[in-house]
């Protein structure tokens, strides 16, 4: 009797541990396929700061059906990593984002490489560098959007400038050049104007975030 009264403890017993083991794993599994969903559905095919900022260049493919937002949505993606302040960043974002998506890759490689000019003006003059830029620029007008920065290249330049600083450098330099030039009527002239508005237009941009943060914490 005792036996009997042990073995069917005993089978009760490994009853309950394989329910409690069963129900644990239903559980655990049920827990991963939820997280699998969120992380699945976390992100749309909106076009904003909040939506790409973090998004993946696969669930872009997955998640954006028309070519060109497509490719929009990936030089948007770049736009986000183009500094760790999160104002010029977003100042990026939103210029680019006016624009067609090869417009606006140009537009972003050029940034890009600014950044990358910037680093390399400790041992040259910045303005030197500017014009060598435009030069390369008038002699080679064939870049096209479906061109890809490198990514040893994107790195080089991600790691090495992630400051504000070079944008009114930038600015800075490119206003004195078209002052030098614009009397001349030639090429340089035009770069050199374009250049300013450009960087204006990213100094207004990145001010208009910066003020609406200030006025946020006026109210508390």
């Given at each position: 009797m005792i036996t009997s009264n042990i073995?069917?403890?005993?089978?009760?017993?490994?009853?309950?541990?394989?329910?409690?083991?069963?129900?644990?794993?239903?559980?655990?599994?049920?827990?991963?396929?939820?997280?699998?969903?969120?992380?699945?559905?976390?992100?749309?095919?909106?076009?904003?700061?909040?939506?790409i900022k973090g998004i993946t260049l696969e669930e872009i493919d997955t998640l954006f059906k028309n070519e060109d937002n497509k490719n929009m949505a990936k030089n948007l993606r770049l736009a986000t990593l183009f500094s760790n302040d999160d104002y010029l960043s977003k100042a990026l974002f939103n210029t680019v984002l006016g624009q067609a998506f090869n417009l606006g890759f140009s537009y972003l490689t050029d940034r890009y490489e600014d950044k990358n000019m910037f680093l390399s003006s400790k041992n040259n003059s910045l303005s030197d560098?500017?014009?060598?830029?435009?030069?390369n620029k008038i002699n080679n007008p064939n870049s096209k959007s479906t061109d890809v920065i490198s990514q040893d290249r994107l790195d080089e330049i991600l790691t090495a400038v992630n400051s504000f600083n070079f944008i009114s450098a930038l600015s800075n330099t490119s206003k004195k050049g078209y002052d030098k030039y614009k009397d001349e009527k030639n090429d340089y002239s035009f770069l050199y104007n374009d250049y300013n508005l450009k960087y204006q237009e990213l100094l207004y941009k990145y001010q208009e975030f910066e003020n609406i943060n200030k006025n946020i914490i006026k109210q508390f």
């Open positions: 073995n069917a403890i005993r089978a009760t017993f490994q009853d309950t541990v394989t329910s409690t083991q069963n129900n644990t794993l239903t559980s655990f599994i049920s827990t991963l396929v939820t997280n699998k969903e969120v992380s699945t559905t976390a992100k749309t095919d909106v076009l904003t700061y909040e939506n560098l500017l014009f060598s830029s435009f030069t």
